[in-house]
């Protein structure tokens, strides 16, 4: 049962840490995305990547948000230092190569809160 | 820019109804539109994904339509049960890009 995976599920963190969130895609899928739900915002995208280039990051806020694909099997998306405004539901998503149907798989999430 | 409002934002309805969702986009345009069910605390299940160049995908209980010409979408749920409670939401890919652009969601509750 071919799934994304997220590691942690929950971070509460203190203003002024770092963060890591990670991700695994499906095997196979050479597209991953993270995006970020707040209540306010609903879901908003963050940054994708395809075969592990960064395509789109405009949703970040780049001076304290970072991501990356160190491999094809793992996706990070790092905060330093973190503010309670970050606090959110983030997910990663993957999606098989373009030209088929380009849906997206999510995966479960990180709750952080930024205390 | 694409622009997606999902209506209603919350529907309470007793089981065995059935229920239309509504989702409507801006930019006709798209490339295809996909449903997904998000559970409370849990991540996002795809339901249905819908191709331009359809009008419209079944599974199940569930049928979703598309007319690109008015800008909108429906997710039509038959037969409701309390366990199809949950927030769905609609999001729009464009043509020549890989970004979905969400709705805000109906949260749905079926009561027995």
């Known amino acids: 049962d071919a799934r994304v995976t997220q590691t942690p599920r929950h971070k509460v963190t203190e203003m002024g840490q770092e963060v890591t969130m990670r991700c695994q895609p499906i095997?196979?899928?050479?597209?991953v995305f993270w995006y970020r739900q707040t209540m306010m915002q609903g879901l908003e995208l963050l940054a994708y990547?395809?075969?592990?280039?960064?395509?789109?990051d405009s949703g970040m806020p780049k001076d304290r948000f970072s991501a990356e694909m160190p491999d094809a099997t793992l996706a990070t998306l790092k905060i330093q230092p973190s503010e309670p405004r970050d606090s959110a539901v983030y997910f990663c998503?993957?999606?098989?190569?373009?030209?088929?149907?380009?849906?997206?798989?999510f995966g479960p999430g990180t709750r952080l809160t930024v205390t | 820019k694409q622009e997606v409002t999902q209506i209603p934002a919350a529907l309470s309805v007793p089981e065995g109804e059935n229920l239309v969702l509504n989702c409507s986009f801006t930019?006709?345009?798209?490339?295809?539109l996909q449903w997904f069910r998000q559970d409370p605390g849990k991540g996002l299940t795809s339901l249905l994904l819908?191709?331009?160049?359809?009008r419209e995908q079944t599974s199940g209980r569930l049928n979703a339509s598309l007319d690109k010409s008015s800008g909108r979408s429906t997710l039509y749920i038959a037969a409701s049960q309390p366990g199809d409670s949950a927030t769905y939401l609609c999001?729009?890919?464009?043509?020549?890009?890989?970004?979905?652009?969400f709705g805000t969601g109906t949260r749905l509750q079926v009561f027995p």
């Open positions: 998503a993957s999606g098989p190569t373009p030209g088929g149907t380009y849906e997206q798989y």
């Open positions: 999001a729009a890919r464009s043509y020549n890009t890989d970004k979905l652009i």
């Open positions: 990547f395809r075969n592990r280039a960064p395509l789109d």
């Open positions: 819908i191709q331009s160049s359809q």
């Open positions: 095997l196979g899928h050479n597209t």
């Open positions: 930019d006709s345009a798209i490339y295809n």
